[in-house]
């Protein structure tokens, strides 16, 4: 079994900080960083000669991926990002729509802007918080007949409020509409639940992948509304002479990958994914929910994450705090007039202690 250790020699930023911003981007291991490297020294050595080599490994990637999500291969799709992954999911899904009669979308005003903004250019319905949380029976009054889809994360990234996916899809289903999902902030810290119609994450978060490779889910029922294509969309044979007549599409949501893809970027996804599975993704979720409560019962702070919750942590607190811990070698983050906390399973119970009497003694230097 792999142990916490043994991650940890594999992080060089564990010599040098307490680090508790994985909400916004973990570090990549150094075996993670070396198929980067590999890919282009590659590159630089042989061209173009061993592309065939970089397709096949590129579908190995996609089944580590997937059975990461505990989805099928041809269900899972690299894109450049959560918010490319969102965007396409609003093409496909106006001109689903019109054919449905349907012209509105509900999002909520908990979302990161990437989850918010495509949907407020289109005819769009807000679901307003109270509190740092949202009311499942609000959600529920402004899903209806003439809604196209749900926009929502699965963890929100303010304060780690997790909405309950699994009764969010009965809603949809009930209306007749598709449940999208911003899974950024909970792929790689909890075990996935594939009960949405579309999700979108990327891996330089949780996944403790590399920026610009992001994995866009697709179900079955909303393979074929994909909106754009290009030359790696279509099943043929680029050694030969291109048929103009032949557009047959590649199976499964490989269609979504128009272009060339990056495959030193995927490989190293999917390097990350492997290292997290093996670790064992119960203890990965167990390991960062534990971190998280020893941080909600021990700060000496106005905490607003509820129970039901990801790995992040929001609480009330003034936003200098962030740079004087900082001066200490302790990364947090500010969002959303809260300080953010965001332990990943690696993370130790003794660093959790000591960025608790870090926080304590300021603000209660503060207060006197």
Same mark, same amino acid.
């Given at each position: 079994?792999?142990?916490?250790?043994?991650? +940890?020699?594999? @992080?060089?930023?564990?010599? +040098?900080?307490?680090?508790?911003?994985?909400?916004?981007?973990?570090?990549?291991?150094?075996?993670? $960083?070396?198929?980067?490297?590999?890919?282009?020294?590659?590159?630089?050595?042989?061209?173009?000669?061993?592309?065939?080599?970089?397709?096949?490994?590129?579908?190995?990637? +996609?089944?580590?991926?997937?059975? !990461?999500?505990?989805?099928?291969?041809?269900? %899972?799709?690299?894109?450049?990002?959560?918010?490319?992954? @969102?965007?396409?999911?609003?093409?496909? $899904?106006?001109? @689903?729509?019109?054919?449905?009669?349907?012209?509105?979308?509900?999002?909520?005003?908990?979302?990161?802007?990437?989850?918010?903004?495509?949907? $407020? =250019?289109?005819?769009?319905? %807000?679901?307003?918080?109270?509190?740092?949380? $949202?009311?499942?029976?609000?959600?529920? =009054?402004?899903?209806?007949? =003439?809604?196209?889809?749900?926009?929502?994360?699965?963890?929100? !990234?303010?304060?780690?409020?997790?909405?309950? @996916? +699994?009764?969010?899809?009965?809603?949809?289903?009930?209306?007749?509409?598709?449940?999208v999902v911003d899974a950024v902030q909970s792929l790689g810290a909890l075990e996935f639940d594939p009960c949405m119609d579309i999700a979108c994450g990327a891996g330089y978060k949780w996944l403790m992948g590399p920026y610009g490779v992001g994995i866009f889910y697709v179900s079955d029922s909303l393979i074929d509304e994909f909106p754009f294509i290009g030359h790696n969309s279509i099943e043929y044979d680029e050694t030969e002479m291109f048929d103009y007549e032949n557009t047959e599409l590649k199976k499964g949501a490989r269609r979504f990958e128009i272009g060339n893809l990056p495959f030193p970027l995927i490989f190293a996804l999917s390097k990350s994914v492997k290292l997290l599975s093996d670790f064992g993704k119960k203890r990965i979720e167990r390991e960062a929910m534990k971190l998280s409560g020893m941080l909600i019962d021990g700060l000496n702070l106005e905490v607003k994450t509820p129970e039901n919750r990801g790995a992040i942590v929001g609480a009330k607190g003034e936003k200098r705090i962030v740079e004087s811990l900082r001066k200490k070698k302790i990364s947090i983050s500010a969002r959303s007039g809260l300080l953010r906390f965001s332990p990943h399973f690696w993370n130790t119970e003794e660093e959790i202690e000591r960025v608790i009497n870090e926080v304590n003694e300021e603000t209660s230097q503060y207060r006197h």
């Open positions: 079994m792999v142990t916490k250790e043994e991650v +940890r020699e594999d @992080l060089r930023i564990t010599r +040098r900080w307490i680090y508790l911003d994985n909400a916004a981007t973990s570090p990549m291991r150094e075996s993670v $960083l070396e198929e980067i490297c590999r890919w282009y020294r590659d590159v630089a050595e042989n061209g173009d000669l061993n592309y065939e080599e970089y397709l096949r490994k590129l579908e190995e990637c +996609r089944e580590n991926v997937a059975k !990461f999500m505990n989805v099928g291969c041809d269900n %899972v799709a690299f894109l450049k990002n959560t918010g490319d992954g @969102l965007n396409a999911s609003l093409c496909m $899904l106006k001109e @689903l729509g019109k054919r449905e009669h349907r012209d509105t979308f509900v999002t909520t005003d908990m979302e990161y802007p990437s989850n918010l903004l495509p949907w $407020l =250019k289109e005819k769009h319905r %807000v679901v307003n918080s109270k509190d740092y949380k $949202l009311d499942i029976n609000e959600i529920e =009054k402004a899903v209806d007949e =003439k809604t196209i889809a749900l926009a929502i994360s699965h963890v929100e !990234f303010s304060n780690g409020f997790r909405n309950d @996916l +699994r009764e969010l899809k009965k809603i949809c289903d009930e209306k007749g509409a598709k449940l």
